[in-house]
């Protein structure tokens, strides 16, 4: 059956269109550096946002009612398989991501939910076979069931380490089944809420020793995903250990897991950080460790994860920059880990949502695109650090000075003349890239 019966396929109208229902800004036939911008941006639809979402909040019952939810139990799960892939082709996306939860109910036993799993997974095989889009990334849900109330790798009982190795083996083979381009650990739960009950250092050396398991079976089963981290500073616990990128690094780092992992960087988690989006994508860049993007923004009122749709085109541009400059995303994506409000409880307004979306990335794309073709940011970096290319400043570049050779220098120096940052000018210039990528069309 049809579940979007109203809506047709979505296409690229331009800038001009007026239809709700269309694409103004991502033309998904567009080149850039021989590669469309389909394949550059690689849009991921959530699973979870999208088809298990019922607009419920901590404060009110779900306001959203699907065709599906009609269903219970396994039939719920295979009308929502259905629905997704009814979505992804009128979408015209190319990825989609999950967590096992998302795609079928628990059993009454851990082998009765890989039972299920078993059964979906085949389900979703099929579809896959005839439908262009593919699995970004899946992962393990282990923070929604009351067994995982201390946490899943990190928890105090044993036994609960043991079972999420369990549900994590399984997911990896399910990855390996559906071609899954990338794997994600979000530690859900990996934290903790005091430390007057916390043996941090045994948590972690575990966490450390849980995903050295994992490396190991992916080895085993030839699952050739790229590994990624998904850092979170807080939520559900006061304190996550994947805080941030710098936090996750130094954790690889200590247990010698940096070989395997990059990072999947999601925009709210960035700000729930105290960090701008754009700082976690430069430091995971930097060090060589952008993997993937959860696309989405978070509301600076709020400050908590409310995973809204993202369409502050000043961020997609910055996130953008980053992304070029990275050049592109390898197998990541850019997943729309982003739900619609819960006064957009029509099933329309998962369109509009993903069309904002990828309309804004679209756009973001664009002006970075054009801002890197003119240097605009370069060529203020370099003037910036001019001093860096001669004299002194290239010796402490080169590693040609010590302390002992720069007092000398310091002594000598009369009058250390600076120059302006220039802020307020960059930002009118990049406003100016804003306003005129489309005007100039
Ligand atoms: C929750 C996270 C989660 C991960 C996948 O805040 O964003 O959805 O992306 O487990
Ligand atoms: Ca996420
Ligand atoms: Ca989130």
Redesign the pocket.
């Known amino acids: 059956m049809a579940y979007f019966s109203n809506v047709k396929k979505i296409n690229f109208e331009g800038a001009q269109s007026k239809n709700p229902f269309a694409f103004k800004f991502y033309n998904p036939e567009e080149t850039f550096q021989g590669k469309t911008m389909e394949e550059y941006l690689r849009f991921g639809v ?1 699973y ?1 946002h999208t088809f298990t979402m019922d607009g419920s909040d901590p404060f009110g019952a779900g306001t959203m009612s699907r065709q599906w939810d009609r269903y219970t139990g396994m039939d719920l799960a295979k009308a929502r398989v259905d629905a997704s892939f009814e979505f992804y082709d009128l979408l015209g996306v190319p990825y989609f991501c999950f ?1 096992d939860l998302d795609i079928a109910p628990e059993g009454s036993n851990l082998k009765e939910t890989n039972q299920n799993l078993d059964q979906i997974v085949g389900m979703i095989k099929d579809y896959m076979k005839d439908s262009k889009t593919k699995l970004l990334w899946n ?1 393990s ?1 282990m923070f929604t069931h009351p067994r995982f109330v201390h946490g899943a790798a990190t928890s105090s009982n044993a036994d609960i380490f043991a079972y999420s190795a369990a549900k994590v083996k399984k997911s990896m083979e399910i990855g390996k089944e559906l071609g899954a381009e990338n794997y ?1 650990f ?1 530690g ?1 739960r990996e934290g903790y809420e005091t430390l007057l009950n916390t043996d941090m250092k045994l948590e972690m050396d575990n966490l450390g020793r849980f995903l050295h398991m994992a490396v190991d079976y992916a080895k085993q089963i030839d699952f050739d995903a790229q590994f990624l981290i ?1 850092p ?1 500073p807080k ?1 559900p616990t006061t304190h996550q250990y994947d805080f941030d990128v710098a936090t996750g690094y130094a954790f690889l780092q200590s247990y010698n897991l940096h070989d395997y992992f990059k990072f ?1 960087i ?1 925009a709210n ?1 960035a700000t729930l950080a105290g960090h701008t989006f754009e700082h976690e994508l430069r430091y995971a860049r930097i060090n060589g460790l952008l993997g993937s993007v ?1 696309a989405n923004q978070g509301d600076p009122l709020l400050g908590w ?1 409310t ?1 809204e749709f993202p369409t502050d085109l000043y961020s997609t541009t910055l996130a953008m920059y980053e992304i070029i400059k990275n050049g592109g995303l390898g197998k990541g994506g850019l997943n729309f ?1 982003a739900k619609v409000r819960r006064g957009s409880f029509e099933p329309e307004d998962l369109f509009h949502a993903h069309i904002a979306g990828m309309d804004s990335f679209a756009v973001g794309f664009k002006v970075a695109q054009k801002l890197i073709e003119d240097k605009v940011f370069e060529d203020i970096i370099d003037n910036r650090y001019g001093s860096y290319t001669e004299g002194i400043g290239l010796d402490i570049v080169n590693g040609n000075t010590d302390f002992k050779k720069l007092e000398d220098y310091a002594l000598g120096l009369n009058e250390i003349k600076h120059q302006s940052g220039r802020l307020e000018s960059i930002k009118s210039v990049l406003n100016q890239y804003l306003l005129q990528a489309y005007a100039e069309r």
């Open positions: 959530a979870w967590h992962t849900n994600v979000w859900g998904e979170k939520e999947n999601e988690h959860d994860d995973d880990d």
